[in-house]
């Protein structure tokens, strides 16, 4: 597997797993920070840090790199 298709999927995968513990921070679901704590903003603020990981990790899966172009002399 290309490296360009590996790193925008482990990314992705990062930011997924960060976003859904802030969205379970915000919901009140895991415990730990007083602040994140049944706090709707982090709730959004989760979220969309997850969409941003699913896209991430659909651009590495999708992704195909093009034919390098070969100059002949």
Request: proline content about 4%; hydrophobic content about 60%.
């Amino acid at each position: 597997m290309n490296m360009r298709k590996v790193v925008p999927i482990i990314i992705g995968v990062i930011l997924l797993l960060l976003g859904i513990g802030f969205a379970s921070q915000g919901a009140g679901m895991m415990g730990g920070s007083a602040l994140m704590d049944n706090n709707p903003t982090f709730i959004y603020v989760g979220g969309l840090v997850a969409i941003i990981g699913i896209a991430l990790i659909a651009f590495g899966v999708l992704w195909k790199p093009r034919a390098s172009a070969s100059v002949k002399v």
